[in-house]
């Protein structure tokens, strides 16, 4: 088996880090600061939409000290592509019922609203006490359906971004930054 120092890397398809795993990490902080205070004393839901959400949620919840449980939905609206499809499918529903429970749904990133419109109707239709949103990044500039952010923690410009959970083709998601993919990089495998 070859070294592993002797093969390309994920950050070699890299072209630019846009956020640090410290500034991702004191965001997270504040945030979770944020969303303790808010819900003291509710009992509280983190539905987490899979995949992408997964770094953000575990570092998210355990900067939020309150009691909470979590449950997952997975839904997918990109193809293998960078562009989103605008079809939502849901892969994996909730385990829990979430009616008259206080819901705050955890994303990695808000683009189109495509994908969260559709999250939204999905679980406002199982009457939740309240429904709220944190994504950790907004890219405001490809928004097609407007959506209400409750805790945002980037506003990011419209160039495609990976790390943190973020994927091209289903890579790139371990890396420990937010970085935007070098376009030569979907340019090869389109
Ligand atoms: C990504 C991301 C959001 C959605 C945002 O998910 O996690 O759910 O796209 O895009 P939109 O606002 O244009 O709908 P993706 O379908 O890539 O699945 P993943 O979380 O498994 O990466």
Redesign the pocket.
């Known amino acids: 088996m070859p070294a592993v120092s002797a093969r390309a890397q994920p950050t070699d398809d890299v072209a630019e880090v846009l956020l640090t795993a410290d500034e991702i990490a004191a965001k997270v902080l504040e945030l979770g600061a944020r969303i303790a205070a808010d819900y003291q004393s509710r009992d509280l839901v983190l539905v987490s ?5 997964l770094p953000f949620l575990a570092d998210l919840m355990r900067a939020t000290p309150i009691p909470l449980a979590l449950d997952f939905l997975e ?4 193809g293998e592509g960078t562009e ?1 499809s605008g079809v ?1 499918r849901i892969l994996k529903d909730l385990a829990h019922p979430i009616e008259g429970r206080h819901v705050l749904v955890v ?10 419109s559709y999250v939204f109707d999905h679980l406002r239709a199982q009457r939740p006490a309240s429904l709220r949103l944190c994504v950790l990044l907004d890219k405001p500039a ?1 928004r097609v359906i407007p959506i209400e952010i409750d805790y945002r923690g980037f506003e990011i410009p419209d160039k495609f971004v990976v790390g943190y959970g ?2 091209y083709a289903e890579r790139y998601r371990n890396l420990p930054f937010v970085g935007v993919l070098k376009p030569e990089v979907y340019a090869r495998s389109s």
Request: hydrophobic residues 40%; proline residues 0%; charged residues 25%.
């Open positions: 939409v899979l995949k992408g959400a839904v997918s609206s990109y989103t939502v994303e990695d990133i808000l683009d189109t609203g495509h994908t969260l490809r973020l994927d």
